[in-house]
Every structure is written in structure tokens, then in C-alpha cells.
């Protein structure tokens, strides 16, 4: 399964952004696309996640609330809708695709496909 982000960009505080992730394949349950964030000098921390089976949605205690994610009819697409973004937020955001048990949903290290990435900057 290959990955591709897009949609970072520039964004001030308070403001909004979606971020998308493409899959080559059509994602069937079983599979969970996640999105992860890495700022500078920091490590990757879980946002986000989609379960494919049943279509459950997790968040991250720091953007819940704020953050959507969601995917398409076409089940190739994940996104990541981006409100209220405050400084804070500002981060690579990686999407990630893989088989975790629901218990390891927000470990990195439990998916095999990852996407390049995508800059996300927050300023005035």
C-alpha cells in the first residue's frame, strides 16, 4: 500500500486546513489509516485514526474537538480536517496504513506503510 499526504501549507491560528491521504488501494476492513505528527525536535505522536472495520474514529486527547477525521466512498482517501489550529499544531503530519489491534491503534511503530508527509505551519 503506498501513501500520499497532501494538503499542508500555511495556516494562521485559529484557522482551518484539510489534509488528505491517497492510497493506492482500496482500504478494506481490517485496516486502520492513521495520521501521526512530528515537530521539531520532537517525537511522533498519534492525532488520529480510522478504522476501516465498523468505522471507528480516535483522537488525540490534544485535538479532540477540533480535528475530523474522515474518509471517502471510494475508500482510497483519508482525511483531516484541521479547525481551530493553534501553534502547537504545527508538525509533519504523516498518515500511516496497517493491521493494529485496537489496543495498539496509537503506536507508531505497529504500521508498516507510511506516507512522505506533509508540512504543516501555523503563524500570523
Known amino acids: 500500500v503506498r501513501l500520499a499526504e497532501s494538503g499542508g501549507g500555511l495556516v494562521q491560528p485559529g484557522g482551518s486546513l484539510r489534509l488528505s491521504c491517497a492510497s493506492s488501494?482500496?482500504?478494506?476492513?481490517?485496516?486502520?489509516t492513521t495520521w501521526f505528527r512530528q515537530g521539531p525536535g520532537k517525537d511522533r505522536e498519534f492525532v488520529a485514526a480510522y478504522r476501516w472495520n465498523g468505522g471507528y474514529t480516535y483522537y488525540a486527547d490534544s485535538v479532540k474537538g477540533r480535528f475530523t477525521i474522515s474518509r471517502n466512498s471510494a475508500k482510497d482517501t483519508v482525511f483531516l480536517q484541521m479547525n481551530d489550529v493553534k501553534t502547537e499544531d504545527a508538525a509533519t503530519y504523516y498518515c500511516?496504513?496497517?493491521?493494529?489491534?485496537?489496543?495498539?491503534?496509537?503506536?507508531?511503530?505497529?504500521?508498516?506503510?507510511w506516507g512522505q508527509g506533509t508540512q504543516v505551519t501555523v503563524s500570523s
Open positions: 500511516a496504513a496497517g493491521r493494529p489491534v485496537l489496543s495498539a491503534t496509537t503506536m507508531a511503530r505497529m504500521y508498516t506503510n
Open positions: 488501494e482500496r482500504m478494506v476492513s481490517g485496516y486502520t
